[in-house]
């Protein structure tokens, strides 16, 4: 089991920028893949972020690509999405989740473990 728990949500303006962090318990952290998942109200959950086990990999949608940047420790066994130039349709309950496969992949199915997100509101 891994348990993960995001943080760093919040209300930003337009153009404005939050870091999220996801820090996880129990098996070894880096032996997993890890996403960062977002779910606007009425709509399914996107895939936004990926990051390989070494974070040596990463991999983006294209509506954030050049805005946000994930990365990972570790050591200290948290994943970050950093966002930048925020935008109102980037507003959405943002979840970490966990594959213990070998590569990035972007169906929200694939995921073994999963956070219970963090709410991030952009205002125009």
């Known amino acids: 089991q891994v348990q993960l728990i995001e943080s760093g949500g919040g209300l930003a303006q337009a153009g404005g920028s939050l870091r999220l962090s996801c820090t996880a318990s129990?098996?070894?952290?880096?032996?997993?893949?890890m996403g960062w998942f977002r779910q606007a109200p009425g709509k399914e959950r996107e895939f936004v972020a990926g990051i390989t086990r070494s974070g040596g990999g990463t991999s983006y949608a294209d509506s954030v690509k050049g805005r946000f940047t994930i990365s990972r420790d570790n050591a200290k066994n948290t994943v970050y999405l950093q966002m930048n130039s925020l935008k109102p349709d980037d507003t959405g309950v943002y979840y970490c989740?966990?594959?213990?496969?070998?590569?990035?992949?972007?169906?929200?199915?694939?995921?073994?473990?999963w956070g219970k997100g963090t709410q991030v509101t952009v205002s125009s």
């Open positions: 989740a966990a594959d213990g496969s070998v590569a990035i992949r972007r169906w929200s199915s694939v995921y073994d473990y």
């Open positions: 129990g098996r070894t952290f880096g032996n997993y893949i």
